[in-house]
């Protein structure tokens, strides 16, 4: 956990990500990357110089079999609150309006969902569990799929609500998520989605998995580029 911590340390600072008396959801999808980031910033709070408020959040989309126990004995453990809100997301998306590319407006909705909980809670921030390599996929199926070079920001605010979403794992690689999980037994819950591991993501991120064999330095060449905003040379 001590790289993590780390690498989240360095975003936090490089993006003034937290502030004196901020008030944090953590969205919780009971995946490993949200996960390591609900114990990343509990542990944080012990030193970090500024005071902040946590709260942990999962939307139930509406599967069955969603146990959120583990999540919920977790929450528990490192003393953050949880909450869980009930949707029908996975009805509208698949059963009402059966989308072809449900993925897009699942995000959408859920989105829409997290925002209005942290606004109903009074906080003002939402952190998220975007690590580096889902940058570097973000930006590879903004290119292939939409024929721009575009990916998420550290730091985005939506003005309509006044709520800042962060990203404090943004310099964390995957594998050391991974690896955290595995070491401090972290509990994990698996998506009941039908569509996961079946997106164009997932297909995106074996390619790179791919060009990472041939090109050992590849990810942080990648990384680098995103990060290197000066050095681009496109036309314009």
């Known amino acids: 956990m001590k790289q993590i911590l780390g690498a989240m340390r360095k975003a936090i600072k490089d993006f003034d990500m937290i502030q004196e008396g901020d008030k944090i959801v953590v969205g919780i999808s009971g995946g490993k990357d949200s996960m390591a980031l609900l114990y990343a910033l509990s542990l944080y709070r012990r030193f970090s110089p500024v005071k902040y408020e946590l709260t942990a959040v999962t939307l139930s989309m509406g599967f069955e079999n969603f146990d959120v126990t583990p999540v919920r004995g977790f929450c528990e453990e490192i003393d953050v609150p949880y909450k869980v809100i009930e949707t029908e997301i996975a009805k509208i998306v698949f059963d009402i309006r059966k989308e072809s590319n449900p993925c897009a407006l699942c995000a959408k909705m859920r989105r829409g969902a997290l925002h209005d909980e942290v606004n109903n809670l009074g906080y003002n921030k939402i952190a998220l569990g975007h690590h580096a390599d889902d940058a570097i996929e973000t930006m590879f199926l903004s290119m292939l799929y939409e024929g721009r070079v575009n990916t998420f920001k550290p730091v985005t605010h939506l003005t309509r609500k006044n709520i800042y979403s962060i990203r404090p794992l943004i310099y964390v690689k995957e594998q050391q998520i991974t690896n955290a999980i595995e070491k401090h037994n972290i509990p ?49």
């Open 188 to 236: 994990v819950i698996k998506s009941p989605c039908p569509m996961d591991k079946n997106t164009k993501r997932e297909e995106v991120k074996q390619l790179l998995n791919e060009i990472y064999k041939t090109v050992p330095m590849g990810r942080d060449r990648l990384l680098k580029a995103i990060k290197n905003k000066d050095n681009f040379c496109l036309w314009w």
